[in-house]
T-cell receptor
Framework: AQKVTQAQTEISVVEKEDVTLDCVYE???????LFWYKQPPSGELVFLIR??????QNEISGRYSWNFQKSTSSFNFTITASQVVDSAVYFC????????????????FGTGTLLAVQP | DAMVIQNPRYQVTQFGKPVTLSCSQT?????MYWYQQKSSQAPKLLFH???????NEADTPDNFQSRRPNTSFCFLDIRSPGLGDAAMYLC?????????????FGPGTRLTVL
């Protein structure tokens, strides 16, 4: 069965600190996709990144970076020099292989990590 | 520029009074999903449409129904809302065969049941 675990329920940091959000997943599929979404208080899910199972390259986008390690089934997310606007709930999610082809392609979400960045 | 639109953004209904939530998309995606997200929980898939084919999740209560009259629109009907149905309802779309494999989410409808 597919499962996503975000062990950190809440994290509080002071502005400009670096913070890492952990994500561990379980799947029997050899082809799958991993995602991170941000959900601010307004409730909208904001897509941050997608990574397929064959691409273990780490990615950096501005202050955001992601570390994907298949050996440990982890897909961790780091925010460098955090800002108050980063305060939100962050969800890690897993889906089956890309093309629908009868698969549901549904997203399996972790329980989310609430990040509070204090000024 | 809005791609997935949900109306209304906030809905208040009374216990037991049927309510319909609306989702429309300008992306021409063939798959549409409805997720329920209760307070402090992760989104949970209720059902999805692949074109006109309806696919219900095994644990979705019968109280929840859906309609998709055309590619652009999808509705979520709650026949007799209970207090436990108060939640954020998220609509998402997906294009089968796309290379980016990303679901596009709407802003959500926050449902309050009095």
């Amino acid at each position: 069965a597919q499962k996503v675990t975000q062990a950190q329920t809440e994290i509080s940091v002071v502005e400009k600190e670096d913070v890492t959000l952990d994500c561990v997943y379980e799947t029997r599929d050899t082809t799958y996709y991993l995602f991170w979404y941000k959900q601010p208080p307004s409730g909208e899910l904001v897509f941050l990144i997608r990574r397929n199972s064959f691409d273990e390259q780490n990615e950096i986008s501005g202050r955001y970076s992601w570390n994907f390690q298949k050996s440990t089934s982890s897909f961790n997310f780091t925010i460098t020099a955090s800002q108050v606007v980063d305060s939100a709930v962050y969800f890690c999610a897993l889906s089956e292989a890309g093309n629908y082809g009868g698969a549901t392609n549904k997203l399996i979400f972790g329980t989310g990590t609430l990040l509070a960045v204090q000024p | 520029d809005a791609m997935v639109i949900q109306n209304p953004r906030y809905q208040v209904t009374q216990f037991g009074k049927p309510v319909t939530l609306s989702c429309s998309q300008t992306l021409n995606h063939n798959v549409m999903y409805w997720y329920q997200q209760k307070s402090s929980q992760a989104p949970k898939l209720l059902f999805h449409y692949y074109d006109k084919d309806f696919n219900n999740e095994a644990d979705t209560p019968d109280n929840f129904q859906s309609r998709r009259p055309n590619t652009s629109f999808c509705f979520l009907d709650i026949r007799s809302p209970g207090l436990g149905d108060a939640a954020m309802y998220l609509c998402a779309t997906f294009l089968d065969g796309s290379s980016y494999n990303e679901q596009f989410f709407g802003p959500g409808t926050r449902l309050t049941v009095l």
